[in-house]
Each structure stands twice: as C-alpha cells, then as structure tokens.
C-alpha cells in the first residue's frame, strides 16, 4: 500500500470512524437501555393510559372490589406498566393494583419514593371529577431523561476519545510507513558519508519508501564496487607506472649494451654483427610497441582517441600485414602459419591499427605458445572474421571473463616469466569495437587459445 494511500485512509478514518462509533453507540443505547425509540415507547404508554383510563372508567364500580378490578386492569397494563394507582380528589389512595398503598396519601408516596416521572391521568365519571388514574411504566422514566440529558455529553466526549485514539494508532501506522524509513536513510547516508559502504537496507515494504530504501541499497552496492574498481584501479596503474619503468629501462639497457658493443669493435664477423643488429632491432620494436601502446591508452582515458578509417581489399591489408611477420619470425623456434587464400572483401579500417591489433595478438600467443601459431580468415554472417590460433598453455575459465580489462594480467598467475603491461587486450578490444567490430576468445588450460576478430564488410 503507497504512503498517499496510507494517508487518504487515515484522513478518512478519522472522519469516519468516529461517526460511526457514535451512531452505533446511540443504537446499543436505544436498544438497551430504552427498550427501543424513547418517543415510541412514550407514544405507546400514552395510547395505553388513555386505555386503562378508559377500561378503569368503565368499570368504576369494582374500585373497592381490588381483586376484581385488578383482573381487568392487569391484562391491558401488562408490558407496559407495572403498577397502577387511584386517588381520591384528597389525594388519598384508593386503589394500589400492587395492594401496598392503599389508603395512604399519594404525596406520601411521591416523597417516599421518588417516582416522580410517571402518567397521571384524571377520572371522570358523568364528567364529575373523581380523581387521578397514576400509572408507573415498567423502565424508569426518569432514569431514561436524565440519560438523554446527559446523552449530547458522552457523545462528544466518546467522539473526542475516539479521535483521540484513532490518532494514536494512525501516527503509529504512519510512523512505521514514513518516520522509520527516514530515519534509515538518514543512518544510510551517515554510514556513506562516514565511508562506512557495508551494511544493508533493512526497510523492504511495497511503497514507495520500500522502492526509494531498494533504490538507494542498489546505489550503495555501486558505489562500493565503484570505489572497489577506483582502488584496483589505482593499484594496477601504479603496478603500470613500475612495470613501465621496467619495460623502458631493459630494452634500453639491452639496446645500449650492444650498440657499446659494436662502438668498440668488438664484433669482428659478419654473423655476430647480423645478431647484434637483429637484438637492437627487436628491442627497438619493443620500446616502439610498448610506447604506442600508453599513446592509446592515455588518448583512451581523455576520450580524444580516433580512428581515421579508410577503405580497403582485406586480402591486400591482411596478407601485407602479416607477410612482415612471416619474415620476422622466419628463424623463430614458433612455427608462424598464414593460411592462404584470404577473403576478398572491402573493409572501412584504420589501417594502422588493425595491424596494431594483429600485432598485438601475435606477440600474446608467442609468449605462451608451444610449437605454432596459426592466422586464418573467413567470411561470416556478411563480417571478417579472423583467427589468431596457438597451441600454449590456455587460460582458466576463472581468467577468461577479465582478460580484456585494463590492466589485467593473466601472465602473473600462468607464466611470470611473459613480461607485458595488461594494456595488450584492452587496446585490442577498444580498437576493434571502435571499428564496429567485436572481439571474442575462447581457450581452455593446456590446449591453446583461440582469438576471433569480426570485422563489418562494408
């Protein structure tokens, strides 16, 4: 039920409720203590006065016969009245349908009792004055006025009791519904301000402080897991920050060694001096890989990264960019296998980068392949796909899910000696969907992996 709902019903209630105690009060009342309708029941008694009247007229005669009269009385006053009196124009009792006043003084008797409310009712005989017919009714008549009387008060006073009450337990239903919930929130938001993101929102009711305590629980989660990522996040960058050092300082290292090396004379063959340039070579594509690799990162992170496609022949792209790295790895212990022919297809690419991404791949399968590495290509669902095999050392499942995040390493738990920044994948990913193209791998422990490219034909 919703807090506007809630409160209609309270609204209505304590217009309503009160009303309703009332009216049904005044029927219990009615019904108990008067018998019924207090004017019914006093036009009933006085229809049947004028007919003991009448009947006590008629039969006038038996006044001193008591036993008589009373046999003629009884049956028209029973149910309504329970005692009938005469007196004389003295004021002296004549006749007592009871037998317990009889000639005694009917003042007397008012005093002596208090039975004051009751119908007296004059007798005439050939309109001669004879004296007064008194007839006291069964229920207290007295006792019913004064309730009426008193009746306005105890209405207003129950009225105000029950308002008072209908207010007590409503501010307790609306509290639950409405206080308790802020003051959760309120303890939330201090907790998060506090930098405290573990506790739980326990207010969980169908409403819609049920919805905004769910809403903000869902934020805290998020945030959590946000502020989570920021620290990893500002963990592996310092990790970068180091590993980029590394990486700089031992091509370099290397590089300068073997150019002091060719300085002073120390090569004196032919083969040697080959070698000598093939390392600075490699080194050199290596600091040049690993500098291009931060260029798109930090153009990533400032969101100024862009692409300058172009259209070309994937088999003219493919077999120019791959057939550099047939030459390069010619002497290499990994076998490198480019199955031919390629697609015919036009694709809309930032040349550059695609053979970025191909590097990028190749170089990730020859640090964890055993014997080969394979590239192919096919024509799938009116898109490129390229293939990007080796027969390595695969990833766990455990692994697969985070391989393309920033920074994520998966040589340190496989392979410490594969050295790299964790930037290899997450370029890749960011390069190829930047072409409106997707990425895809698929790789199992001990029997190699596999990477596919999908590339939109234009």
């Known amino acids: 039920m919703g807090i506007r709902t809630r409160i209609i019903l ?4 304590l217009l309503i409720a009160p009303f309703m105690i009332v009216f049904v009060t005044l029927l219990i009342l009615n019904s108990n203590a008067f018998g019924g309708s207090v004017q019914e029941n006093l036009l009933n008694l006085q229809t049947q006065s004028t007919d003991v009247v009448n009947v006590f007229e008629e039969n006038y005669t038996l006044l001193n016969q008591s ?6 009385i009884f049956p028209i ?3 309504s009245f329970n005692r009938v009196l005469f007196a004389d124009p003295n004021r002296v009792i004549q006749y007592d349908s009871s037998g ?3 000639g005694k003084s009917l003042s007397e008797l008012d005093t002596g009792t208090g039975e004051l409310e009751n119908f007296d009712e004059d007798v005439y ?4 004055y004879k004296g007064t017919l008194v007839l006291v009714p069964e229920f207290d008549l007295s006792r019913a006025f004064n309730l009426l009387v008193a009746l306005p008060i105890i209405l207003i006073v129950l ?7 209908l207010i007590f337990v409503l501010s307790k239903i609306l509290a639950d519904g409405i206080i308790n919930p802020l003051r959760e929130l309120n303890y939330a938001a201090e907790r998060i301000g506090a930098g405290d993101l573990d506790f739980e929102m326990s207010y969980d009711k169908d409403d819609e402080f049920g919805k905004l305590c769910t809403e903000f629980d869902h934020m805290r989660l998020k945030l959590k897991d946000s502020l989570t990522k920021q620290v990893q996040y500002e963990k592996s960058r310092r990790q970068l920050i180091a590993s980029i050092s590394h990486d700089l300082k031992t091509p370099l290292t290397s590089i300068k060694g073997y150019v002091e090396g060719l300085q002073d004379g120390l090569v004196t063959d032919e083969d040697t001096y080959q070698r ?3 390392v600075i070579w490699d080194k050199s594509n290596r600091l040049n890989h690993l500098i291009d690799d931060l260029f798109i990162f930090s153009k990533m992170e400032l969101g100024e990264f862009k692409i300058e496609p172009v259209k070309v022949d994937a088999d003219m792209l493919l077999d120019e960019l791959l057939s ?3 030459m390069e790895l010619k002497d290499h212990d990994v076998n490198f296998i480019v199955k031919r022919p390629i697609p015919t297809a036009k694709l809309l690419v930032d040349v550059h980068r695609i053979g970025q991404v191909l590097d990028n791949l190749i170089d990730n399968a020859l640090k964890f392949t055993k014997t080969k590495i394979e590239v192919f290509s096919t024509i799938e669902e009116n898109k490129l796909a390229v293939y990007i095999q080796d027969d390595g050392v695969g990833m766990s499942e455990d692994d697969l899910p985070y391989i393309f995040d920033h920074f994520y390493k998966i040589d340190k738990v496989r392979n410490t000696n594969a050295k790299g920044t964790g930037l290899g994948l997450a370029i890749c990913k960011e390069l190829v969907e930047a072409h409106d193209g997707t990425i895809h791998v698929k790789s199992r422990e001990g029997r190699g992996t596999t990477f596919k490219i999908m590339l939109p034909i234009k």
């Open 10 to 13: 309270s609204f209505l209630s």
């Open 67 to 72: 036993e008589s009269l009373n046999q003629v």
């Open 77 to 79: 006053v029973e149910g």
């Open 100 to 102: 317990l006043a009889t």
């Open 125 to 128: 005989i050939d309109n001669v």
């Open 159 to 165: 009225f105000i009791l029950t308002i008072i009450g």
């Open 276 to 278: 000598y340039l093939r």
């Open 324 to 326: 550099s790295r047939e």
